[in-house]
């Protein structure tokens, strides 16, 4: 069955990262050094402990080059895998391999960052009820593939962008004029899911009763955090954000909120150590 995703054009995808990567003279290393008969079989392996991301991704580039390249993939996106652990094996036309090769990684190594960062923190609130949600903190042109990566690590997607719901801001407040006239004004533009950010205790109530279906409790420490739920009193969900580390997290998760936000899922994973290794079979 042919990867897909929402709103993800992975042909398209494909095309311009290699496009962008071969320029108008192509990979005149690889037409230099490799002759064009010969073939190669690779292994590519993690060298962390990773939640793996993007192997369907990665094979496309090298069908893209080479639509005869063999490939057996060994493991499966969302699988927690050793160091030293083999992810796919592939034997296919040298030069087509090695010029996919960087494209592959990269998108290989910055998923599977991203959703070894994200179990980490599902693992940091295992047992508290509250689940964990990504943002918007996403490079452009790259958001439905990263918030793919967090589902993989055990994460849910929060917003895809600013069409499925409105998230009413401190920017949005301060035009509107306050909390209670924004949620207004969206509750009459006929917007089902109103989420509103609220910093303040006394903000909770007016959100509420002017339309508010979810509400954002921006920076609020476990403390706050427990008295805003005691005052919503599951009238609506609750969401922690700002400031969420994987050493406050769970504290956090605690104090009773239904979802807990991290912008770091996407914006600050490192990427995985995950190399392509060849050896060389013989010339065609």
Partial sequence: MAFTLDRFDLPAFVAATLAEDLGDRGDITSAAVIPAEAVFTGVMDSRDAIIVAGLPIAE??????????EIERLVEDGDRVAPGTDLIRLRGKARALL?????ALNTVQHLSGIATMARSYVDA????GATLLDTRKTLPGLRVLEKYATRMGGATNHRMGLWDAAMIKDNHV???GSVAEAA?????????SIIVEVDRIDQIEPALQAGATHLLLDNMGPEVL?????LVAGRVPTEASGG???????AIAGSGVTYVSVGRLT???PAADIGLDFAQEGVA
């Fill in 184 to 192: 207004r004004r969206a509750v009459a533009a006929g917007i089902e």
């Fill in 60 to 69: 496309a580039f090298f069908r893209a080059l080479d639509p005869d390249v």
């Fill in 99 to 103: 010029t996919a090769e960087r494209s």
């Fill in 226 to 230: 427990r008295e805003a739920v005691a």
């Fill in 244 to 250: 969420v580390r994987l050493d406050t997290i769970r």
């Fill in 174 to 176: 301060a035009v509107a």
């Fill in 125 to 128: 609130i295992e047992g508290t």
């Fill in 267 to 269: 914006q600050s994973a």
